[in-house]
């Protein structure tokens, strides 16, 4: 898969998602990588299954009592994907994004311009020496 549909997602943003009514006890399934996330204070207990996780989440997850699977061992607990729940971060988070769109200058465009500076190396006429 590529690395587009991949997108990383912090372990607060998995916290809540996993908040959520009838979610208590459910595997999470992150295909892409689990950030760390100094903002979140306590990290709940939680089993999550992704392709990657950070070595700091890693250790917050687990030191909260949670539990981390890899795409194997998932399969062999939830091999009709039954008790677990699909997160994905944000696609469009990439700095790439910003860049698409109506050209920059447009009216009521907010496009990223890929050069910010345009013509300010201008070639000047040769100036007269003080001599």
Known sequence: M???NRPPISLSRVSRHMKKAGREGLIAVVVGTITNDVRLYTVPKMTVAALHVTEKARARILAAGGEILTFDQLALRAPTGRKTVLIQGR???R???RHFGPAPGAPRSHTKPYVRTKGHEKARPS???NV
Do not use: D, G, L
Request: proline fraction near 0%; glycine fraction near 0%.
């Open 2 to 4: 590529s690395r587009i």
């Open 91 to 93: 696609r469009n988070a």
């Open 95 to 97: 700095e790439a994004v």
């Open 127 to 129: 100036r007269r020496s």
